[in-house]
Each structure stands twice: as structure tokens, then as C-alpha cells.
């Protein structure tokens, strides 16, 4: 008789998993407030500064900076190496900031030349604010020591920066339009400033900010902002470019425009509408390997889409709205903000389809609760030629003792074509995890065989699992190993009728080392069952057991300068292979290699090498049924903050597959670009191989009102 991991009453458990965390959160919320540990005062000024990073303006000499910043790493809670100094000022429309980063060997500071939001592992200064001083969300605005900007959040802001004989400085101005805040006379927000030092690989905070807590908990306090408004903010964002395509012999030339469209309601209240995005993907989609029936996620990278995009995520990472489902949008608009306790977002798109066009419709509202917990619910919708489609989603995530979270969603999808029965996904997850000491984590999750999100992502069906982890993490401030942690993990899955599917173990082993190498390895054993498609196209559980055991392993090595940075994976498993229809799985192994290198010979030219090696062999007969190499290398010189010029080449081997992308630009601005694009491609459609290459020029720029 199976075994069965839970009854069919499912939401009557959810609910009582609610309550019991509701009364956890409350017990927390009564046990352990936690009051700013600094505050700053600032001023209003009559003299703003000119952004150049000289720190010579008379608004930064009438004023006592700050400073007495502490190490989050690599030894949580002592005093900076080096010194660092803040000053601070607003007027009606921009909030100023200065710093001063003492170093004692300027030499060796690392900064490179990048595009905007690009570098990685730089010295820099970061300011992070929580404007609705909250304790949950926040804005960052980083800068480097060559003035490249990163922000966590694309919008418009100012900077300069300066290298000196004692160190580095910088100037930021952050328009009142480029935030979101309450419409209170008086705002109070949540504050911190963050240097990291290449050279010492450390990390400093103006406040103590210790590892096991949440960081967003341990922010200082911002006061004295009186009176400001971010005034009416109306940004236009049009588009506009030609292309020219030789595809296999044929022609394509066309012309095409677009806009995007912000407007500041409030300043918590955003309105973004999207009419005609930009048609022009000037670098290619990578290759990708189909192994497995299930679909390839794909990251978003659309402005539109991406931008608010907090607004719109549940608490346990399932994804009820998959924007790349909206392929081709004519029309989009969304508002998203925050009153209150009280986050949403809605979102409607018209998708332009091969055979017409469908709706989309989302809505998700978050209400924050206790110290730091939130509990939500989310509705997902497309109305499509034929069908409909709704989701219904109740989530929640409490955070107590400071490393205790428990987590959890039931989703519920109706669909107009088929049984609206067994529909449902439920996950609930409870994590102990501080940064040294006992980890354990558990979970359930369960898909039931007839849940489609029609408007998400979701990879497979008809399953449920019971997985637990136990382990143990050390760190150390000093000698070779900076933290050592092992964990066990096991996992037991079924169908969602109960009907024993999977039964894993895996062990695995993390080093982290002072001089900025991570090493990574992990051996696992079990058997499982593998979803085949049948003769409906429908997945459906092979019914046979297949041994699954063998390790994986990787290796990290960040070191700036020539040799940027070096990274090798690699693994070996024993494991069901399928077919090349994925309509029957035999038993097999798969080895996988992949490896990266990049080399930055100047501060503003980078080249990038990586390549990922697979195959598949059938343990009958030691037949070779897959093997394959995708390739990619890249070439970047920044010529100036402005201008750059750029080429990609992406290859596979099994299929004699490849694109190159050459690509020249100018930024005009946050957002504006002039950019020219060359592509070159050869791919493989259906039986024929086709070659062709096209030509885009395109011009994008942001006005603000």
C-alpha cells in the first residue's frame, strides 16, 4: 500500500500552517524589536555641489562628516582598516552625498571602465535607503572610483568620482523623482553606507551589521528631510530604428518605434505603460541543450518588466507570473507602489499571438506584519483565442529569532479547458540558517497532476516531496579557510497520488578562502523515476526505478587585475537518459564540463572566454547517445564612459550552430543610447541549415519632466 505524504484535505492544513505561523510572528513581533543603532541628521543647503568628486564645495567645509565604519567581513564587528568619511545635504529637488575613502596604498585600488551597473568585485561606495523606512525594501546607488554607476534599481542619478594620493573620493545627487517615499511633511528614512576594498577583500558598513540578521534590520536613520515632493514625474522613454536582413536568400527591412511611458502619481505610486517595446535584441540568446521534456527558463531582461519587479514575487520563489510569456506586447500598463503597511501591483498586457492576440491580467498585494514578515495574495490571469486561464495564490513569510523563517504558498489554477480538480500547488518550508553553526531545513512541496499556470513557469507536474537538511558551518578571521560548512540533505518524493516517485541523499562541502577562492563539491546517491511525454503530448511518470549516484564540483577564483577571474564545474552522474523525443528514458551516465575565463589586460577592455561540454552514454551498451559543446567568447573596450564597442561569438558544435554580434555605442544618458549592431548567424531550422546576417541601427532616449 503507498505511502502518502498528506491527506487530499490540503487547504484545511494550509490554513492551520497559517495560523501557527501568525502566532509565531506575533510572539516574535512581542520579543524582539530592534531600535536604529545610528542616526543621521542632515540639512538643508543654499549651495548644492557641483558633482565632480573633489569634495572642494562650501556645502561639505560647514559640515562634520561621519564615519566609524565597522567590518561585515572578513571579521564581522571590528573596526574598518581604513578610514571613511560622509557628508550630507538636500535641497528641494536632489539629495546630496560625499565621501572621502582613505586608503594607504592608492596604487592598488581596483576600478575598472565598464558599461553602467557592469563591474563586479570594484572598490566602491554604496548608498542604500529605505525610504519607507520599513525595514524590507530598499534602493542602492553604487559607484566606483572611475565614476561607473550601479544601481539596484535603473533610474536617473548623478556622480563623480576622483582618485587621490591619499585614497578616493565621490559625489552623489539622487533626485526626489528617482525615489519612492510617503507623502509625510516630515520623512524618516532607513540609511547605510557600504565600502568594499578590493585590495583587503573586505566589506565595512557605518552601522554594525551582523551576519545572522537580516541587513535591511540593522540600517541607521536619515532625519531632517522636511517639505520635499518628487514633483510631477513624468518620464517618456521613445524608440526608434531600422533594420536590414539577408536571411537565406531573403530580404527583411523594415522600420520600427516605440515608447515607455512613467509617471509618478505620488511618490509611492508608479503608472509605467509600454506601446510597441523595443523590437531590436542586438545580442543574441545563448544556445541551449533540450535534455529533458521540461521547458528552458529564460531570465528577463526587458526594462519594462524588470523595473518594480519586487513588487510582484512570492514568498517561496514560485514563479505565478512569467512575463516572458508575454512575448510580443502591443500594450502593457502597470501601477505599483506601497501605502503603509500595504504593497501591489497590478499589471494588464495585450499580446500580440501567430493567430490573434491575448490578455493578461496580474494583481498582487503584500501586507507587512510584525518586525519582518509578510503575508499576501496573488491573482494571475490571460484570456487567450479559445481558453482562459486564472490563478489564485495565498503566501506568507515569517522571520523570528532573527534566523527562523517559515515560508509557505497554496496556489490554485482554473483553466477552461479541463478538469478544474486537483489543481493545486502548496509549499511550506521552515529554515534555521545563521552564518556559522547548526543549519536545518525542511519542507513540502506538492503540484497536483492537473496544475497549469497558463500565465507562469512552472517545469513539472504531479509530484510532491518531503526534504529535510542538516548541517554545520564554521568561520574564521583568520589563517587560509574563511568558512567551512557541510550539509546532508535527503528527499523523498511521490506522485501526487501517492505513489513512491524518488529517493535521494546527497552530501556537500563548501570552502570559502581569504584569498577570494570557493571550492564546492558534493556526492550524491538514489533512484528515481523519470516524466516521459506520451502519445498526448502529456507528462507522464515511467513507472520504473533508475540508480541515480555520482558528484559534482566547482571551483571560484575572483582575483581582479589581468586575470580577472577563473571558474571550472564539473560533475559525473549516474542517471536515466532519454530519448530524442523524451517519450522513453534508459539507463545511462552524463558527464558535464564547463569553464570560464576572464581577462581584463586594462581597466577598460575585457575578454571573456567559457565553454560547456556535455555527454551522454547508455550503460547497455556503452552507446554514445549526446555529446555536445557550446562555446562563447567576448570581447568589451570601453572607449570612453560614453562610448564602447563590443562583439559576441556563441557556438555549439552538434548542429554546426553559431552567432556573432558585433556592436558599437554611445550613451547619451541613464537609459538613452545611439547603438549600431552587426549580426552574423548560422542556425539550424528543422531539416535545413540556414545562414544570414542583418544590420540595426537604433536610437533610445529618456526625457524627464
Not at 24 to 29: C, D, R, S, V
Not at 206 to 214: F, Q
Not at 238 to 257: H, Q
Not at 621 to 634: I, K
Amino acid at each position: 500500500m503507498p505511502i502518502k505524504l498528506c491527506s487530499y484535505n490540503f487547504r484545511q492544513t494550509t490554513a492551520i500552517f497559517l495560523f501557527l505561523a501568525s502566532l509565531l510572528g506575533a510572539w516574535t513581533w512581542l520579543s524582539s524589536a530592534q531600535e536604529r543603532s545610528k542616526v543621521l541628521e542632515i540639512k538643508k543647503t543654499e549651495n548644492p555641489p557641483r558633482i565632480d568628486g573633489l569634495l572642494d564645495d562650501v556645502c561639505w567645509q560647514n559640515q562634520v562628516p561621519v564615519s566609524s565604519f565597522i567590518q561585515y567581513n572578513p571579521v564581522n564587528g571590528a573596526p574598518a582598516s581604513e578610514d571613511t568619511y560622509v557628508w550630507a545635504c538636500y535641497d528641494d529637488k536632489y539629495l546630496y552625498f560625499a565621501f572621502l575613502m582613505k586608503d594607504s596604498q592608492p596604487d592598488k585600488i581596483w576600478a575598472e571602465l565598464t558599461p553602467r551597473n557592469e563591474f563586479e568585485n570594484n572598490d566602491s561606495i554604496q548608498i542604500i535607503l529605505d525610504t519607507y523606512n520599513d525595514r524590507r525594501t530598499s534602493i542602492s546607488f553604487t559607484v566606483n572610483p572611475r565614476g561607473v554607476q550601479k544601481n539596484s534599481v535603473e533610474t536617473i542619478w548623478k556622480s563623480g568620482a576622483k582618485i587621490r594620493d591619499d585614497g578616493w573620493s565621490a559625489e552623489i545627487a539622487i533626485p526626489f523623482k528617482s525615489l519612492r517615499f510617503s507623502t509625510a511633511s516630515e520623512q524618516v528614512w532607513g540609511i547605510n553606507f557600504c565600502r568594499y576594498f578590493h585590495r583587503l577583500n573586505e566589506t565595512d558598513y557605518w552601522t554594525e551589521v551582523k551576519r545572522d540578521l537580516p541587513r535591511l534590520q540593522q540600517m541607521a536613520e536619515l532625519r531632517g528631510l522636511r517639505g520635499i515632493k518628487a514633483g510631477h514625474n513624468l518620464e517618456i522613454f521613445p524608440y526608434a530604428g531600422g533594420r536590414s536582413s539577408r536571411w537565406s536568400g531573403e530580404k527583411d527591412d523594415k522600420l520600427a518605434a516605440g515608447v515607455d511611458v512613467k509617471y509618478g502619481i505620488q511618490p509611492n505610486l508608479y503608472l509605467d505603460v509600454t506601446a510597441s517595446p523595443d523590437y531590436s535584441q542586438v545580442e543574441s540568446d545563448p544556445f541551449l541543450y533540450q535534455l529533458s521534456p521540461y521547458e528552458n527558463y529564460l531570465r528577463e531582461n526587458r526594462p519594462f518588466f524588470t523595473e518594480g519587479s519586487q513588487y510582484f514575487s512570492l514568498a517561496t520563489g514560485t514563479r505565478i507570473f512569467y512575463s516572458r510569456r508575454i512575448r510580443d506586447p502591443r500594450l502593457a500598463a502597470k501601477i505599483s507602489g506601497k501605502t503603509g503597511a500595504y504593497s501591489f501591483g497590478i499589471l494588464g498586457a495585450l499580446n500580440k499571438t501567430d493567430y490573434g492576440s491575448s490578455r493578461f491580467g496580474v494583481v498582487r498585494l503584500k501586507r507587512d506584519i510584525f518586525k519582518n514578515s509578510q503575508i499576501g495574495m496573488y491573482y494571475t490571469g490571460v484570456d487567450e483565442l479559445d481558453s482562459t486561464s486564472h490563478n489564485l495564490a495565498l503566501d506568507y513569510s515569517f522571520n523570528f529569532r532573527d534566523f527562523y523563517y517559515l515560508r509557505g504558498a497554496s496556489i490554485f489554477c482554473f483553466n477552461s479547458a479541463g478538469d478544474n480538480s486537483r489543481n493545486g500547488i502548496h509549499q511550506i518550508e521552515f529554515q534555521r540558517q545563521p552564518d556559522a553553526g547548526l543549519q536545518f531545513q525542511a519542507g513540502f512541496k506538492r503540484i497536483e497532476d492537473r496544475a497549469r499556470l497558463r500565465a507562469g513557469y512552472l517545469e513539472r507536474v504531479d509530484f510532491q516531496s518531503l526534504e529535510a537538511m542538516l548541517g554545520y558551518a564554521w568561520r574564521y578571521n583568520r589563517g587560509a579557510v574563511q568558512r567551512l560548512s557541510w550539509d546532508i540533505t535527503g528527499n523523498f518524493g511521490q506522485d501526487s497520488h501517492g505513489r513512491r516517485i524518488s529517493e535521494e541523499l546527497e552530501f556537500m562541502m563548501f570552502w570559502n578562502f581569504f584569498n577570494r577562492i570557493d571550492f564546492h563539491y558534493g556526492i550524491f546517491t538514489g533512484r528515481r523515476q523519470y516524466q516521459v511525454r506520451s502519445l498526448e503530448d502529456e507528462l507522464i511518470w515511467n513507472g520504473e526505478f533508475l540508480k541515480n549516484y555520482g558528484f559534482h564540483c566547482d571551483f571560484d577564483w575572483e582575483r581582479g587585475g589581468f586575470l580577472k577571474e577563473l571558474s571550472l564545474e564539473g560533475g559525473w552522474q549516474k542517471r536515466g537518459i532519454y530519448n530524442e523525443d523524451f517519450t522513453a528514458v534508459l539507463p545511462g551516465s552524463q558527464l558535464s564540463l564547463e569553464g570560464s575565463l576572464s581577462l581584463k589586460p586594462r581597466s577598460n577592455i575585457e575578454l571573456s572566454l567559457g565553454a560547456d561540454y556535455i555527454r551522454q552514454l547508455l550503460s547497455a551498451t556503452g552507446e554514445e547517445v549526446f555529446e555536445g559543446l557550446t562555446y562563447e567568447a567576448s570581447l568589451h573596450y570601453q572607449i570612453t564612459h560614453k562610448l564602447f564597442l563590443s562583439t559576441i561569438l556563441l557556438g555549439e558544435t552538434r548542429e554546426n550552430q553559431y552567432s556573432f554580434d558585433f556592436l558599437a555605442g554611445y550613451y547619451l544618458g541613464a537609459g538613452s543610447i545611439i547603438q549600431l549592431s552587426f549580426k552574423k548567424s548560422q542556425r539550424r531550422e528543422l531539416l535545413e541549415t540556414e545562414k544570414g546576417h542583418s544590420t540595426t541601427l537604433k536610437v533610445s532616449y529618456l526625457f524627464r519632466i
